[in-house]
């Protein structure tokens, strides 16, 4: 394992042994080491790409906007103005003179055509170079349309994909606190980091129905802004992907005093644990009574499925990684309930904490690793003889160069694993990958190689 890691990275590497656990993260990418991560930019997009009724303008070059375009699998139960990818396309005269006239005319154009309920306007690090002052375009386009014009402050050049949610946040929460929040039941709670992907936040919102909560926005997944503007009138912020929302939970729990609560819809362990939270942060008998009922049934239905495919993986081998290392923590125990052997897990954006808790969760002898890069993650998926890897858009070539099953876990997924029923569906979708014959005829795997080498 040493041979490929660089010196400078050594210390967000560890393998998990009899030691005290340490790891080195919250750090710039070292320059040269090709991280898996995304820009600034590209953070602040992902977050609000699911907000559905609103534009979203990219002011900066084409290749921005194509980076980014269509980058979640997320659906919208009505209006889909968020798949349309709008740019300014600013080319060398824009550069040398300027872009906001031309970012003006683009945004009265689209707003005229598609009649948004909001905009958002996102600089990328070429507008941040020469200068333009987005604010003030979009104060103007907003005051005379008359709908909310929101600047994405999200140049590249500022951080990394973690600056990126902050922008996002910074955005949304100019919106909240703009609307009504009559009719709201005191049992009510918005739905904050999930987004929508293969529709899973229908799936959730169904079982805190179920429960007698109220949902008075989804943040962002099949978002839309009038939910956004009166989230303030909910009593309990669910946080699900910690990274990307949980700036926003904190910013309204300073200014409104709505608590917030970390929770994960992956698995059946952290599922369940999520419903009892917030069942217990209401404190009211029947709520609770309603959410043992509705876990008691779903996994009475869940567990004899998920027997065949145990038999089948038990000691089979995983790696893991993801963006936000809170999704990782369910990854682990879900693998755990299908038999399989975690070996190794990282994330490009992991805090400390997170990690010392992976470390908490994982056997002995586990690779744990904080923003890696193509070289690393390839030696040791090969080093671990690994039998699937879980990962991103980015992390698959790795995989099926490599002749390893992958489960796509990241933005472009089309398959819902959030929920009860997302275990089922995790679990076949492993199993499939896993016991395919295809594995039989890769070097990796064949008799002339030793296990664990690769071609």
């Not at 349309?145 to 973690?162: A, C, H, L, T, Y």
């Not at 997924?413 to 995790?426: P, S, V, Y």
């Not at 990958?433 to 190689?449: G, L, N, Q, T």
Request: glycine share 10%; with cysteine.
């Amino acid at each position: 394992m040493q041979q490929v890691i660089l010196k400078e990275r050594q210390g967000q590497i560890q393998e998990k042994g009899d030691r005290p656990f340490t790891i080195e993260c919250n750090k710039a990418s070292l320059a040269g080491a090709v991280s898996q991560r995304a820009c600034v930019f590209c953070g602040s997009r992902v977050v609000l790409y699911p907000i559905a009724d609103a534009l979203h303008l990219v002011h900066g070059p084409i290749g921005c906007a194509v980076y980014t375009w269509d980058i979640r699998g997320a659906l919208s139960s009505h209006r889909e103005l968020h798949r349309l990818s709008f740019s300014t396309d600013l080319q060398e005269m824009d550069v040398i003179f300027g872009g906001e006239d031309k970012l003006y005319r683009a945004l009265n154009e689209l707003i005229e055509r598609y009649n948004p309920e909001a905009a958002f306007v996102y600089s990328t690090c070429i507008v941040g170079i020469i200068g333009d002052d987005l604010e003030a375009v979009c104060k103007r386009v907003q005051r005379e349309r008359d709908i909310p014009v929101i600047p994405v402050q999200s140049e590249g050049f500022k951080g990394n994909k973690r600056s990126g949610y902050r922008a996002a946040c910074n955005a949304m929460f100019r919106l909240v606190g703009t609307g009504d929040t009559g009719h709201i039941s005191p049992y009510s709670i918005n739905i904050l980091g999930d987004f929508n992907l293969a529709g899973e936040i229908w799936i959730i919102r169904k079982y805190f129905e179920r429960m007698g909560i109220e949902v008075v926005a989804n943040i962002t997944g099949d978002g839309r802004i009038r939910d956004i503007q009166r989230a303030h009138g909910a009593s309990l912020n669910v946080v699900q992907c910690s990274g990307a929302t949980l700036d926003l939970a904190r910013m309204m729990k300073g200014k409104y005093g709505i608590p917030y609560i970390r929770v994960s819809y992956f698995g059946v362990e952290d599922m369940a644990d999520s419903l009892y939270q917030v069942a217990r942060y209401f404190k009211d008998p029947q709520i609770m009574s309603r959410t043992r009922k509705l876990v008691g049934e779903e996994l009475s239905c869940l567990y004899p499925r998920l027997e065949k495919y145990r038999k089948a993986l038990t000691g089979k081998r995983a790696a893991i990684y993801v963006g936000g290392a809170f999704k990782a923590f369910s990854l682990v125990k879900a693998f755990r309930l299908l038999g399989m052997k975690v070996v190794m897990v990282g994330s490009q954006t992991g805090t400390p904490e997170d990690y010392e808790e992976l470390a908490s969760i994982t056997d002995p002898g586990t690779i744990i690793v904080d923003d890696s890069n193509p070289l690393e993650l390839s030696a040791f998926l090969k080093e671990k003889d690994v039998d699937i890897f879980v990962g991103g858009v980015k992390e698959r070539p790795i995989a099926y160069k490599l002749g390893v099953a992958f489960c796509d876990h990241n933005h472009e997924r089309k398959e819902a694993l959030e929920g009860f029923i997302g275990m089922i569906n995790f679990a076949k979708e492993v199993y499939a990958s896993v016991m395919s014959p295809v594995w039989r005829f890769v070097p990796r795997r064949s008799a002339d190689d030793k296990p664990g080498l690769g071609s």
